[in-house]
């Protein structure tokens, strides 16, 4: 039987759909032989090709988001919701001023948040030998230095973890030899080459990125640069999903990548969309 590789993509919160689809490959006894990802994708497929299963995945993910590290971030300054009262309306206005003095720390530091601050997210993290693991994974990150995308396929899963999944200016740059990474989404948000390369003859991606149809007023220039790094990340997404045998899109790109209080809802939405594919899963097999 010809192997089939799993291609999880980054989207922050979004990504937790990856943990409804990875329940109903399970269901349906549907075999993944090699799995990679990014970002949020590298956490998941790190951690399931670790346990090999979907439930265990599933059990530490909900306690690492429900963990005092994860509460000392306050991540609900960076959610966007759609607003309909006044009150809500106040709290978004005292989001953006809190967003906006956290952004200010990366004027005298490499990101809002510190190593120490990512080593507590991380304490409990599976600390294996990528070469070890029974299901074969990889994952990606960006090198700052030489701009090149960096493929971790040996070494320990945790590192190589932490560097797929460090946000510029969210998280900062993970040192490994002589190379400085960052997330692997500044070069290839859904790594389907790297799964490829990995020995997968059938290629499965999960996309879970922002919706490029959702345009905020662009009234300063800080909105304007994001604007333009979500164009340009839109259409490599586009560009690196040719040649997949079966896409999955979740219902997800409404929500914020830091919406991990949606994460029940976001994981129904992958067992949605994993379901509606089944017909094309059940012919690669």
């Known amino acids: 039987m010809k192997k089939i590789g799993l291609a999880l993509g980054g989207g922050g919160a979004r990504g937790l759909a990856h943990i409804g689809i990875l329940r109903v490959f399970e269901r349906e006894n549907i075999p993944v032989d090699v799995i990679t990802g990014c970002s ?21 993910l909900r306690k690492m988001l429900s963990s005092e590290a994860i509460d000392d971030l306050d991540l609900e300054i960076f959610t966007s919701i759609e607003h309909k009262s006044m009150t809500e309306q106040l709290f978004d206005y005292i989001n953006s001023i809190r967003r906006y003095f956290s952004m200010l720390k990366t004027l ?6 510190t190593t120490e601050d990512v080593n507590k997210i991380f304490k409990d993290f599976p600390d294996a030998a990528i070469k070890d693991l ?6 990606i990150a960006t090198d700052l230095i030489s701009g090149r995308e960096i493929v971790l396929d040996e070494g320990p899963l945790k590192e190589a973890v932490i560097a797929s999944a460090s946000i510029p200016g969210i998280f900062p740059p993970v040192k490994i030899k002589d190379l400085l990474l960052i997330d692997g ?42 604007r333009a790094e979500d164009i340009v990340t839109w259409h490599l997404t586009q560009e690196r999903l040719a040649g997949v045998d079966v896409l999955i899109s979740p219902n997800v ?17 992958g067992v949605f969309a994993a379901e509606n594919a089944l017909d094309l899963l059940q012919k690669l097999l």
């Open 253 to 269: 790109k409404k929500y914020s990548w830091a919406a991990i209080d949606k994460m029940d809802e976001i994981i129904e939405e």
């Open 40 to 60: 949020i994708g590298a956490i998941i497929g790190g951690l399931y090709a670790y346990f090999q299963s979907a439930e265990k995945t599933e059990s530490f």
């Open 134 to 139: 029974d299901v074969r994974f990889a994952t």
């Open 185 to 226: 989404g500044a070069t290839d948000t859904i790594p389907v080459q790297v799964v490829k390369g990995q020995g997968a003859q059938y290629v499965v991606a999960v996309d879970v990125s922002k919706d490029i149809h959702d345009v905020d007023d662009l009234d300063n220039g800080l909105k304007i640069i994001y």
């Open 108 to 113: 005298n530091q490499q990101a809002i948040y």
